[in-house]
């Protein structure tokens, strides 16, 4: 699984005051306990005002990377912010993100191809967030003839069904399960990926609702999230889907995994 970490985010009210404060060591913590805990991407969002937002993203960019070498995800409604950001950033990371909607992907797919970054393409469009399954697979179509336009690889591609509340929901995750398994099953190089989170907004003890989407979202073919990487009770859980889902040889990233103490009980 892709790890997309989740905790350098403006809209997280620490992080928001620690931006608004400038404390590098704040942000710079936060990136390193991510990447220790096995984060694939440490996401880098300001959530600030858009004329302040390039300037904040460069200064919390050079924090995370002088802590670690993990590729960042760049993270911004707006793709001209996102352009700018692109090249204060040492190694090619994830661009978070397009969608159908505007002219977001004629903006950023030119200085992705022929690259080795990565993008989140959102099934929204001018309209909204499609209500049906078939409606976001013809956003995803719509998305994937732009890539090929611009000669994007599949594998440079996160798509992102678009999870909404659970309590909000009549049928539960049928309608992320079916757009998942349907994109997974016609381009099996492509990576689908979801901010977990998402699902258990306004229910109590929310870990619950988030480790249980994952592991039927892993089921229909999710290979990326964006989470906490520092909860260890759902990094267990993935690598456990992992295994058991047949993903990982003899379980050894599982034990290999526990031994690092990525899961499980603490170490001293």
Known sequence: MIIIGEKINGSIPAVADAIARKDADFIKNRAKIQADAG?????????????????????????????????????????????????YVKKPGLVNSVSGEGDKIDILFPLIAGTDWQCIAL?????????????????????????????????????????????????GIALNEEVISTIRAKVPSIHITAAVSNISFNLPVRKMINMGFVVLAMKAGLDSAILDPTNRDMMGIIYATEALLGQDDYCMEYISAYREGLFGPKKD
């Not at 919390?60 to 692109?86: F, G, K, N, Y």
């Open 39 to 87: 984060a694939t991407f440490i996401d880098c969002c300001a959530s600030v005002p858009e004329a302040e937002e390039v300037e904040t993203l460069k200064w919390m960019i050079d924090c995370i990377q002088e802590v670690t070498d993990l590729p960042i995800s760049i993270d911004s409604p707006s793709p001209r912010v996102l352009a700018q950001v692109m090249p």
């Open 123 to 171: 099934l929204s469009d001018d309209t909204g967030i499609p209500k049906t399954a078939d409606d976001r697979l013809k956003v995803f179509d719509k998305i994937m003839k732009k890539a090929e336009e611009y000669k994007i690889k599949p594998s440079q591609l996160h798509i992102d069904p678009l999870v909404e509340m659970l309590c909000t929901s009549e049928d």
